[in-house]
């Protein structure tokens, strides 16, 4: 029989901060003190990431330990809350949706834009709901955040300071990587660079990444337009020499990429960058770093990013 428990993985964030001569910074108590005052504790057990960061500072490394805390205890518990900065919060649940294959239990993310102790904070709130979704949600990542149940791999901040800071787009697919059992694949150590296009911006920066870097996410225009310009047509052909993966995603929040509409980005299908269509930054981000992680080489990196995983891509029309 499943357990009717659930394990809180505090990772840190705003939720469970506190004041500091430099700013906010995460302290401890504030979590298990809300715990208290919810009473929770009962059907709750908490575990503390050691050390508690501003998400600001998460790595992928950080994706592999929340990843390998939910494998561990999988089969222990019915259902997992994770308490986590909102800034790379939308960031960790796509990489946790890809990472978990056969994830069979809700994983809810949380946090808060005010903190759990300070005048109009909203984590007590979030926390509150996080818990009570967690018993009631179908498996898969998911992010509790002001009222809203998002699919983890389908939402992104999008306000740096309102309480309903999150949005989230709809899938056909349940924000989960199917499978008959559990399988946790791990990030690696891939030099990933995000690069955006703006109108006369440096191209030589862009050059200079895809002579190094193990990956790319290009955040183009619109439906997926860049400049026609030299510098950046040398170094698209600098990466395809290279065989690394370029990915290119929308600047836009909705709608995403289709490569081929305009002659203005003609210079991207032709050096064999990835169409990421409507993924999200974040998720973009998340699944060229596992394909760095787990496939071979850039043919398999390629069906690995174009493939549905976890429903990180919109309904199709
Ligand atoms: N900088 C904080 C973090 O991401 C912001 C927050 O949690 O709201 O950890």
Redesign the pocket.
Known sequence: MTSPRTLLLHT????G?APSPEG?HPATGLVERALDRLEAGGAVDLKRLDPL????NATPEDWNRLSAEIAAHHADYGSFVIT??????AFTASALAMALEGLDKPVILT???VPLEQPGSDGERNLADALRIAGEAEPGVWIQFAGQLLRGPRARKVHSAAHDAFSGWPSERMPRRAGPRLIRHAFGRASIAVLPVAPGCAMQVIEHAMKVCDGIVLRCYGSGTVPNDPVLAGALEAAAARAIPVVAVSQTLEGGTTLGTYEAGAILLRHGVIDGRDMTLEAAYAKLALALATCPDLAAQRAFVEAPLCGEFGPTT
Do not use: E, K, R, Y
Request: charged share 10%; net charge negative.
């Open positions: 840190g964030g705003t939720i901060m906010l960061i501003d998400s600001a986590h900065g909102t800034d790379t919060l946090g808060a834009m």
